[in-house]
């Protein structure tokens, strides 16, 4: 799937090894050592990070851009469909989700914020609002459920449910929170520093849960 090579990821103010600088932030310091493709009790491990718009990336990609991404739909489907919270007590802190590929591979997996992410509403069978999410158009969807659209007033981020066994939340991804934005679909009825109230959807406005938050919060 991909070659094997040797990568150390470092946190905050960590020296390039090797030619290749893995920084990101997290609230804990520590470094960890891997290798794509390597073997661990006879199962093969891989490592992946998915962006703020839900493009997926070789963990060690130098550039992570759309040209890099992989674009493969039906891989894309294979890999989310199989999406998890990692339960292995390996890098769970560095990698929180894991997509098992049988029992012979395991693929570690690290996000910007949440995994699943939005990208566009597209209109089911029978007419319905579906969202589909990391850049498989209609191979992963789910429904679109405008009531539980939840914006982070902090960040500016918008979130949306998603599979429990993901961690039940879900980003919007910045292109689409934007259009919704522009498209006035958000409406602050308790002044724009506090979350969205409502939100206008087929002509409606409707009436905001905000249940999202807490979770957002405590992530």
Known sequence: MVGIWRHIIRLPGAKSVLGINHTWLQPHRRSITYIQGQFTENVREYFYYVDHQGMLFQDDSKMKNFTSCIKD?????FFFKRLKRNDLLRYEHEFPYISPCGKKEINFVR???H???????IRGSSG???LSHNQADRLLTTEFQPAEVAMDPNTGRVYH????KCGSVGL???KLSILWT???RFIFGNSEEQPPTQFVWDGKEIELSNRL????SCN
């Not at 739909?73 to 489907?77: A, G, P, S, V």
């Open 73 to 77: 739909k039906q891989f894309l489907r």
């Open 111 to 113: 996000c910007f914020d």
């Open 115 to 121: 995994p699943i992410v939005y990208t566009h509403v």
């Open 128 to 130: 319905e609002s579906l």
């Open 161 to 164: 449910p998603a599979s429990e």
């Open 172 to 174: 919007i991804a910045d």
């Open 182 to 184: 522009q498209e006035k």
């Open 213 to 216: 938050l807490k979770s957002v």
